[in-house]
Each structure stands twice: as structure tokens, then as C-alpha cells.
């Protein structure tokens, strides 16, 4: 038997790759090694269990440590890797204070990424959170609940939880004023949760607009749309600081701006991957500074591959590395390394930063290059247009106004990006242009893309290809 | 100024190409000829319009002759074009018993097509409807409005409605028992529109399934849901003819089993080009009978194009003729004809067969080849697969079983066609498969495309890459 194939971390990437790994070749020797107690959770939908749309912490994991055995895997949680051996192919594993020596045929890095709350200070503050995790979204969603409401058991979080850390934030009196530090995907889904609990939300971005990686438009249109549902906006504002008497946040201190007054915050001003691990290992990163990989998800050090947060990819327009820290590459690049080591090599597919968001009734997308100064870095030279269009026949109840913008490259013609948002069936439709940038189509042609029409769901031109005929128009 | 830019016809292809051709070249003269009072109507809202969800005939209407005045167009409702001369380059046209020859410098044959009613006997009997036009449309919801309640003011038909047969049907006792002949687009719509009336809705289909154009998987789930929906059904039944006393249709007779008494009828199995304008020129016809088309839809007359219902068109998965009677290409080609003959030579681009239909609660898509036997014809070697995944994370509520259905070609690995249905944002989802058929992906490239993923919206595989992992693991 070869030596096993190891992955580090317990999440989408590790256990996809491990899982792959087994149904390729179901002799191999499969190590999970996660420094947790948490296995394959959803990320993505923590601000929902916040929010109360989904009851228990155990809804969001995709695969239970049971049915990882059930696979043949050998998952270890509260396993740390604290050091990596690309010579010898050992990992170092430390345990309830006991240090192991794994050997590995193939290692996988899947370690993620961390919520950054610096430079904002005050953030150990009791009453400040980042949700990166599932102990972090109990611990808020047992801040909120009335204490005589509150049972530990109602969290659903079966062995894995912090108990002490929930029953702590569930004894205090629920917040009722919560600020929320940073207005990208985690910031705007958290006020939808908050707004749920009827708390008053403050909603603090350093730019002009929210949601930045999804261009002006959507921006403006979520901006709107947070106002109408009562989140108090305060863009184009930086915080210093939270500050608090008695080791709890009590205020909001903007680098310019009258202080505010709250009893909870969230940060959620980025991610970083998780790379200290392999400080002194000859495993490069890329200039992102994630880990830099090929298409086969491989690192610069043998038998040595990476996926999920804290990998690069390749860019689906530029071919170029990037940094997308995303759920579907995630998966997809680790279900296709579990392929390669098991003995059927697989490409990871490219990214191109494809991302959807739920912003109270709105929904959102984005795929590509949509900014133009990166488009430029890239050696293109962008040319944009939006539209505002129906999603339906305009004569059928239920059309909603449906704003896309789409990027091209002036010379070529070629589709780099687009984005969308509007409240019927908006996000979906960002797919589309995603699979277009896919197929490397100029904007005529994707002009000219036999979409689907039927009044209760789309126009005869679908607003996609509206943009597309203005901006065709535009460039011709 | 040269001879006038003429369309025969006055609906989605002749009044786009019309727009085009004068925005392209604003000095242009341009002519359409529209023998009926009604232009530019969405046929497709018909039967939302019979349901009631569309208040007005005139909301139909995505031009008015108002409109059409405005863009400079020289629209002549009422008038006939019964025969088209291409060495003289003129067309006679009828109007109130006076003949003219209207000479043309560039010709549009845009004369759609006509539901058929053969061979089934008895269509013509009152209380039988073909839903081909918006005064069937009107003479349908008047007999379904009790006479009391009836004012023919209220169909909101402007100057074009047939008024007299409104009345006249809007006088009769409403039909409490409906048949309808054919369970494609039309027959599953009108199934809805009648249901919402509290009718007992029967449908009669020759096959085993409805919406056979959509494959099994999704002919499979519709059954159930009309079932489910009260509809009866009758598939796998040939309707013989239609019977009834003093005129009005009273039973239906199938080909074998017993009579069903009935009040009303709605036939809808088909439609057929209108070519008959062009018997004896040198216009020539294609295998199905529609006008031969090259790329930019010119015929093999000199300066005599053809577009929409009457037209073939070219596939984009086969690259051979098709006729794909539908509202996109009909606007699409249109608008290139109008632009081409303006000046500005455009490709009418390819038609996948995408379309879409709602079946009560259902949506529904279906793009490129998914008939076996068709794509064997076309020189490949189909292989499919048939998956059911949801339509957002498991865990967030409202997440809906969607079976997708992809079929490629064994040896090449490229996509060749697809169908959805589900409850929640299936249609749209066609569009994914729609565009992956235009960039001319393989199953495995389709599988590696970087769609969006949120929890609300969709899972971090949406269906559509389920079905392609599958598929693509079959294929290897």
C-alpha cells in the first residue's frame, strides 16, 4: 500500500478531495486531518442560522464525521498540523499535547482561510464577532435570543459545539443596537439576520457603496434597497476603533464622525488564507499570497497540492493566478485532486470569480472582470454598459426591474465580465454570463445566444442579452 | 432613394426588422403589410390573458400603430399580400377590394405561421378555438365570462378587436367542461388559464407524455403535476373528431374509447408555416417546409429575405436548416435583416430550440438536441443522463427538487442538449445549458464552469453540474 494521501483540514476542499480520492481508488489509505471539531460546514449559510431560517448548527454540515467514516475516511478532528515536511513527506500532528509524525504519499493544504478584524481595534471585545466558524455563529445567535428563551440544545450543535461560549452570550440581555463593520457579502447578509431580530443595524463601509466586488450598479441598487429596509447606512466611513467598559463593546468609533452608541458588532472586513503552516517549506505562494498552483491543483513542492481558501487558481478570462475564496472552487478543485491522486488526473477548472448575494429581497451576481482598472492590469481595454430590463414579459404580473452591466474588451470584442441584481430570479441569471466567459464569447455573440423565453419567466430579450445588444452597439 | 424596404407581415420579425432597418438608415423607406388590424401582439401572453393575469388585449401589444408611426415606419394594417413577383420586384397587395403593385427594393417574407386543426374534424364548430391570434384569444375569455358579467369594453381591444364575435360568445352560458387537443405549449398553458376559471379541464395528447418536445424526464414530472392540479388526463389517446348539435361542439370523439361531453374545445396541435404567398416563385422551401434561409436570412430569391414563424433558420448544435418556430430568433433574425438591409450586414445567429413553459406551479426548459433518434440523424452518438438535486442548499428553506436531463455525443464528449423542470427558478437555469451549447463545450468542460452559488439561490453544485458530473462520469 503507498504511503497515505493526507489532507489538512476538514472542510469543502479537504473532504471532497478525500471523498473523490476513495471512489477513484478505493484502496487508498485516506488521512483528514482538522484542527476543529467542526467537519464540511456551510459557510455560507451561518448568517441564515443567525437569522433563524435554518434551526440547527448540524443543518450546515454537509457531511457528519459518521458518513465520513461511512466513506472509508480517516477523519481526525482536533488534529493540528504544526508543521510540514516537503523531504521527508511528514506532517507534524499535534494532539491534546501529544506530537505525531505523519508520513503522506500525497498531501492536500486545505486550510482555509481566517476572518481579519485588524486594523480595527477593540475587536476581543466581548460582543464583537466575525462569524468565521460555527462557534461564532452560535455564540451570536445565543447573544440574541432572550435568556428566558435561551437552551443550549435549541443551537442543534451536537458534539462539536462551544457550549460554555453560547450559554455565556446566552444568559446576557440581547443586544439592541448592533453595528456591522464592513458591507461585502458577510456584512449585508448579517443585516438581513440582525434586521430579523429586530435590532437596530448599522451598517459601516469604508467605500462609497457595499457589496465593492460586484461594480457600481449593484452597489447603488443594494444601497437603495438597505435604506428601504431600515439599515442605517454609514459609507464612505472608516472605523478606528470599538471600544467598551467592562470587556464589552459599548461604542463604535469612526475615524472622522460623532461616536455610536451600540451593544454588539460584527467585523467582516475580509479573509485571509491560512498559510503560516508552510512558512520555511518550499511550497511557493502566489502574489495574492495564497498558495500558487497549476491546473492540477499542484504546489511548487512534490506530491504537495492545495485547494479551497487558501489556494490560487487560474483565471477563467486571464489564465492568470488569483485569489477567490469561493464554495464551488472549493469543492471542485478538491473533488478533482482527489481524482489525481487516486489515478485519473483532473484539471481544477478555472475561476472566474462567479459570486451570488442575498441582500434582503435583492439578489446579486457577478462573474469575471468587471473592474475596470484590473481588466486593464490584464492588458484589456474595458468598454461597459448597463441596462435596466424586465425579468418577465412587462405585460405579465411579477416582472421586476433587473440591472445588468457588462464588460468588454474594446478591441475584440471578448466578454470579460458582468454583473447583475434585481428582486425576480436575478442571481441565477448571472450563470449565463459566467458560461459565456466559459466559452470565451465576444459580447456579439452572446448577443445572438438562443436564451430561453416564456412570459412568467423571461422577456423575449432577456435582460443579459439586452446589455449585450447595448454594449455590441457601443462597441461597433 | 432606392426602392422601399418591404415586410410581409406585421408582427415580431417584419416590425424588428422594420425598427432596425430605419435606426440603421433613418432615410430609408420603410413599408410593412399586415393583412389583419393586429400587429406586434406577444402570442405567447395568450393564454395569460384568458386566465385573467393579463387584464388587457392591448397590453399585448409591444408596438402599437402609434408607435410603429413614430419610428418612421409605414405601417398598412388590412392589407393583403397576395402575390410576390421577384423579377419585377413587386408584391400585389389587397385592401378593400382594391389591388396595388408595391414594388420593393429589399422583401421580408414575415408571414408567421397558422395553427393547424387537421385532421381532426369538427374545429370548426362554435365553442372550438385554436388560440392562433388575439381575437381567438378574446372569443375564449368572453365565453368563459358569465353574460352578466360580460362587457366587451373590458377586453381592452382598441380598435383592432373583432367585436362581433366577442359579443356573440360573451352572450353564451360559460363552458363548465373543456377538451383540450394536444398537450404541447399551448395545450399545458391554456390547461392553467382554464383551471384558474374552475373548469373541468380535459387533455387529450397522442403520446404518452405532454410537452413532448421536452423530453421524458420532464414530460414525466409535468404528468404528475397536472394531475395533481385536477387536470384529467387522456394521453396516449388520439382525438378522432369533435361533435355537437345546432353548431356548437358537445363531445369529443377519441379515435378508440368512450365520447366525453364537453362545452368547449381548444385544439392545439401544431402550427405551420405560411408559404403558400410563394408557390410558383423562386423562393425555395426546406425540408420542413418553412423558407430556406442562409445566415443572414436571405433567401435563394435575390433581395428577398425571410424571418420568424415562416422562416428555417440554422442549429446551433448541428449547423443544419431548422424550423424553430419561436418569439427570440423571430426578433433576433428580424433585427439583423433590418440591419443588413440598412447597411450594416448582421448574421441572424443560430436557434438551439431553447424555450421554456410553465405548467401551473412547474417551470420548464429544454435547449439543443435531447431526441436520440434526431441527434443519431444529425451524425452523433447521444448519450444522456437524468439527475434530481435542489435548487438552493439543503438546509435553506424553499429548496426544490430539479431534474435536469443533459445528452452529448459518446466519442466527442460535447454537449449536445438539455432539459430542467422543477419548481423554483428551474427555467432560467436553461439558459446555463443554452450558452455552454453556443460556446460548443464539452460535458466536461460544462462540469468545470464557475457558476454562482448561494445558499438562497443555489447549491454549491447547481443542478446543472450535477447533471454534467454525472453525465461526464458515464461518458468516461
Redesign the interface.
Known sequence: MPDPFVAIGGD?AGLSAASKCLRTDPDRDVIVLEKGSWVSY?H??TP?FVKG??EHLT??LSLSPAEAAERGIDLRRDHEVVAVDTDARTVTVERDGETIEQPYGDLLVATGARAVSAPIEGSSLDGVFTLHGLDHAAAIRSYLTPPDEFAVADLGGGDALDEAVAERYGAMHPPETVAIVGAGYVGVEMAEAFAAWDLDVHLFQRSERPVPGFGDAVGDAVTEHLRESGVTLHFGEEVDRLDGDAGHVDRVVPASGAELPVDAALVGIGIRPNTDLLVGTPVELGESGAVATDEYGRTSAERVYAAGDVAEMHH?VTGEPTWNP????A??AGRAIGSTVGG?PT?V??????????AFDL?C?R?GLIDHDRAREAGFDPVSETVTAGSR?G???GAAETTVTLTADRDTGRLLGGSIVGAD?A??????V????????TVA??????????????P???P??VAAKVLNGTL?
Chains 1, 2 share one sequence.
Do not use: H
Open positions: 469543502a456551510a455560507c449559510g441564515y431560517e435554518v443543518d450546515l477563467t469561493l464554495g464551488l472552487p469543492n471542485r485519473d484539471p477548472g478555472r475561476v472566474a470569480g462567479t459570486a451570488m448575494v442575498k439578489e451576481g462573474t414579459s405585460y405579465y404580473p430570479r442571481a441565477v441569471r448571472i450563470d449565463t459566467a458560461t459565456a466567459l466559459g466559452g470565451e464569447l455573440e452572446l448577443e445572438r445566444q438562443d436564451l430561453g423565453y416564456a412570459p412568467p419567466f423571461s423575449v430579450w432577456d443579459v442579452l461597433e
